[in-house]
């Protein structure tokens, strides 16, 4: 019997020397902030260990006191070891976050569709322009966004003034009017803001462009029946950051460029400045500026807050001011001293305020919530006639995201306000207005199995004028087999009436009318894309991508400005629709230092007006997008493009001249520094060598549709230094 209680008393104690711990933690994918199913943590050097549910729990029961360290591991993603004193001083559950690692670091992360996916996993088509390509873009031309846009098969930047440079967005044929464009998810650039807002902003802080194609004012409301093009701000790192940017043209242009950027524990922040400047060019000798002359300041310091690791406040002001003149170059260039000039004036102001807040809770769930506030100023001044006014916009919005990665759901609400006043002008009729849009959504991506995902979402829009609008939206993607994925989607949009369109700024906004609201409808469009993306290796040497998308987009009650018998410009809803059918074709070869980009777009657009069709002006039926790079990584690139357009049909019923742009971009890379020179369009290629763009006199031109370069060769060339 003693023996018996000896024995209980050594094991009693022995218990308590090596004492038994439990340890709790969630495996999460710090890209994603989603769970990570099938993680495993060990106990190094034990057989001890677990394996992480659906909802990324662990729990390890046995580690004895001591300090240990543990192992956390997934396929893909670094492995991480962290050390513990056991027994711990808390109970909580611990939250691990594992990184994507070697080649998966260079994931693609969508925030237009306000996923938490990647690129490779959504349903819905998305284009992304970043990293190298956008950089080799950007040099181009670094003091806007057009080129980097207009060289993307599907899309046409369309010049809308032949003297002052004003351009706008086409997706798949399509005005601008029906395309969206939003910086981080905000709409900044819509109504009177819009029309110099491709020629105001700089591509240096932006970390990558997304264009969805088709409709998707599910997402993001009103405006979004042709696509939207989601401009990426770059965010701090831990590294800390200082670009520089300094480029010239043979067109006696200026561009400077400044970004850093920095996070140090809780704050962090990112200053981007640029100046941009133009001089009057007239490389054809008419007398008509083909770049005008302007001085751009642009300003945008933001400024981050990490109250916790899971938790971002953001705030931040962009202020843009700009002065451009267009028109009779010996006017511009002399100071006057020109009898009865034509000139064409715009000088614009922009201050935006941006606030988000992003919360991650540890059940993957996340809380986003926005705000802007935007103030623009643009005066337009043409011989006898002054078009000037203030547009306010704020833009609030709440989401909440919730569910894994199986099923992951998004729903949020939001209110736009946009309002517009015109200064007094006893030339003008008075287009102001004040619009309030109301939304409600709920979106979820859902991997049904292994070969079907789905993305469908719902939004309730109600505007003050214009009635309430449900807006369903369903996409799903098929992975036939690794190499071969298709994906199908389509939904319904809408767009709020607006005078603020590509042909009331092509004549200045003069003697154009407001729009009578009372019979006046929203126009609505419904749509659908297919699209098929074949990835192998051929002969182990080549890699080949090739993608095919077939669209289709209806608009029905289209908003048409049209000249009355009064001399005046009206807008009026025909009996009819516009729709957009074609097909879009993308091929990329990869051989050693070699890639080739060959894109075909087939864009046939038609008015159905009063029972009669007829093809929409300005849209090139057939372009070709053509690209070889010769690279090294790090050290070089050679670029040759070359891009044909159709003959246009014209607002006269004339019909233009096809023709191609070549272009030969080059860029010599050390540790710090790069050298680029740019060859654009080194064939002269200008509307002025084979076609007029005015009648009449100098002192008054009418001018004709712009469909072709008016600016020819142009040389650029610059040096970006990355000092930090």
């Not at 976050?97 to 969508?110: K, S, W």
């Not at 242009?253 to 996070?263: Q, V, W």
Request: net charge negative; aromatic share 12%.
């Amino acid at each position: 019997m003693n023996h018996r209680i000896f024995w209980l008393l050594i094991i009693f104690i022995s218990g308590h020397c090596y004492s038994q711990n439990n340890f709790s933690a969630r495996i999460i994918d710090g890209e994603t902030n989603t769970p990570l199913q099938g993680a495993n943590a060990v106990v190094k050097g034990s057989n001890l260990g677990a394996t992480a549910n659906d909802e990324g729990l662990i729990e390890i029961n046995g580690i004895p006191d001591g300090e240990k360290t543990i192992v956390f591991s997934y396929i893909g993603f670094e492995t991480l070891e962290t050390s513990y004193n056991f027994p711990l001083s808390d109970d909580d559950i611990k939250t691990i976050y594992l990184y994507p690692a070697g080649e998966q670091m260079e994931a693609v992360f969508i925030s237009s569709t306000r996923s938490r996916r990647t690129i490779a996993d959504l349903p819905t088509r998305v284009e992304v322009i970043s990293g190298e390509e956008l950089g080799e873009k950007g040099n181009m031309k670094p003091g806007d966004i057009r080129m980097l846009l207009n060289e993307t098969t599907g899309i046409q930047t369309q010049q809308t003034s032949a003297t002052s440079y004003n351009s706008s967005i086409r997706i798949q044929g399509l005005d601008g009017k029906y395309t969206q464009l939003l910086k981080d998810g905000y709409p900044l650039y819509s109504g009177f803001s819009g029309g110099l807002s491709l020629l105001q902003i700089v591509p240096l802080d932006l970390k990558q462009v997304e264009v969805i194609k088709g409709a998707s004012s599910t997402l993001y409301g009103g405006g979004a029946i042709a696509g939207l093009v989601n401009l990426v701000s770059k965010t701090p790192t831990e590294e800390e950051e200082l670009n520089l940017l300094l480029n010239g043209t043979s067109a006696l242009g200026l561009d400077a460029s400044a970004f850093y950027s920095n996070r140090s524990d809780k704050l962090g922040t990112t200053i981007f400045a640029s100046y941009n400047l133009g001089s009057p060019y007239d490389p054809a000798d008419i007398g008509l500026t083909a770049i005008p002359e302007f001085d751009r300041y642009t300003l945008n310091p933001r400024v981050f807050y990490y109250p916790g690791e899971n938790a971002t406040l953001d705030l931040g002001v962009n202020a843009v001011i700009e002065e451009r003149t267009g028109g009779n170059i010996e006017f511009i260039e002399n100071d006057g001293g020109v009898e009865d000039p034509y000139f064409e004036q715009n000088n614009t102001r922009r201050i935006t305020t941006r606030a988000g807040y992003e919360q991650k809770f540890e059940n993957g769930s996340s809380l986003n919530i926005k705000n802007s506030l935007s103030f623009f100023e643009r005066k337009i001044r043409i011989p006898d006639f002054v078009f000037s006014g203030d547009q306010f916009a704020s833009f609030n919005e709440v989401t909440y995201g919730f569910g894994d990665r199986d099923s992951e759901w998004i729903a949020g609400a939001n209110l736009w306000a946009d309002s517009f006043k015109e200064d007094q002008n006893p030339g003008s009729q008075g287009v102001d207005y004040n619009h309030l849009t109301y939304g409600v959504f709920v979106q979820n991506n859902w991997q049904a199995t292994k070969f079907l995902s789905l993305e469908s979402g719902l939004r309730l829009d109600y505007q003050n004028e214009y009635g309430t609008f449900l807006l369903p939206r369903l996409s799903a993607m098929f992975s036939l087999t690794d190499n071969l994925t298709a994906r199908l989607g389509g939904g319904l949009g809408y767009k709020t009436p607006s005078v603020f369109t590509e042909d009331a700024e092509r004549i200045q906004f003069q003697n154009v009318l407001p729009i009578d609201v009372d019979k006046t409808e929203a126009e609505r469009s419904y749509g659908a894309n297919f699209d098929m993306n074949y990835r192998t290796e051929l002969f182990e040497t080549i890699d080949l991508s090739l993608n095919t998308l077939f669209f289709y987009t209806r608009v029905d009650d289209p908003l048409i400005l049209t000249e009355n018998t009064d001399e005046n410009f009206e807008y009026i809803q025909p009996n009819g629709f516009l729709d957009t059918r074609g097909i879009e074709t993308n091929l990329r070869l990869s051989y050693n230092n070699f890639k080739l980009f060959v894109g075909h777009t087939l864009a046939d657009v038609n008015r159905h007006y009063d029972g009669e069709s007829s093809e929409m002006p300005l849209v090139a039926q057939n372009r070709l997008n053509n690209v070889l790079v010769y690279e090294i990584e790090d050290k070089l690139v050679i670029g040759l493009e070359g891009y044909y357009f159709d003959p246009q049909k014209l607002g006269d019923g004339s019909r233009g001249e096809n023709y191609w742009i070549f272009g030969l971009m080059t860029e010599m890379k050390w540790e710090k520094f790069s050298l680029f020179l740019n060859f654009e369009n080194f064939t002269d290629t200008r509307q002025t060598r084979f076609d007029s763009i005015y009648t009449g006199s100098i002192s008054n031109p009418q001018f004709k549709d712009i469909y072709a370069p008016v600016d020819g060769f142009v040389i650029n060339g610059g040096i970006k230094l990355q000092v930090l």
